[in-house]
């Protein structure tokens, strides 16, 4: 058994990409936050594997379909990788806020997922997200939680990591 890793868990939208109140639906509308890239290189720099956690209702209202959700992350992880970010995985929760699922944030079923798959060390791993529910999913998994503002500020608040 390898050591455990440390990690930085990510929200994706408001955090890495510019959040849309209708849904990001197509590769087209996924809009790096530059900050947040030179926040990402910086965790990456001191050793943090980076683990996307994102609720995906989209998928469950039928706005979007799985495949198109891949469609999206396979340029999300494209456009990281021309910025030399490499992505260790990206967990998404496809249900409805009342689908009662072990995945959806505040809930923490993906950060259990990929502490288990990439044998992460939740004591020495952080959550960073614009929303209240990353911060109480991050606080339950026993991350360190850094929460940042919506579309901002990504890059200053992990200096103190
Ligand atoms: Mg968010
Ligand atoms: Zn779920």
Known sequence: ?????????????????VKRDDYVK??????????????????QDKGYALVVVTNQSAVGRGIITEAELDGIH???????????????GVYFCPHLPGDGCRCRKPRTGMIDDAAYDLN??????????DSASDAEAGLSAGLGVIKINTDGGFSGAVDRV
């Open 26 to 43: 197509s590769p087209g509308e996924l809009v790096i936050i530059e900050d947040a890239v030179a926040g990402m290189r910086k965790l």
């Open 74 to 88: 396979a340029r999300m992880e494209r456009k990281l990788a021309e910025s030399d970010v490499r992505l260790a």
């Open 120 to 129: 992460i060390d939740t004591s020495s791993s952080y959550m960073i997200g």
């Open 1 to 17: 058994m390898n050591r455990p890793i440390k990690a930085a868990f990510l929200d994706r939208d408001g955090t890495i990409n």
